[in-house]
């Protein structure tokens, strides 16, 4: 059985967390099995405007992680 993992997260979080995203993906890894493989990427962050004051504004800061698995 073969497992993949595709992870992708916001270059505004690596911005926020520093060197600290080695810590993400390392619990991340406690996650899966020994036989996933994983793959990532950082991506563009949201940047939209904010419903009450219509001033664009950052609005996530978060990892996606998706797993995709072979079923028998």
């Given at each position: 059985m073969?497992?993949?993992?595709?992870?992708?997260?916001?270059?505004?979080?690596?911005?926020?967390?520093?060197?600290?995203?080695?810590?993400?993906a390392d619990a991340a890894d406690c996650e899966?099995?020994?036989?996933?493989?994983?793959?990532?990427?950082y991506c563009n962050d949201e940047i939209a405007p904010h419903a009450r004051c219509c001033r664009c504004a950052l609005h996530e800061q978060t990892m996606t992680v998706t797993t995709f698995a072979e079923v028998a």
């Open positions: 073969f497992v993949r993992q595709l992870c992708w997260s916001g270059i505004g979080r690596r911005l926020l967390m520093g060197q600290r995203t080695i810590e993400a899966r099995g020994a036989d996933t493989v994983r793959l990532g990427f």
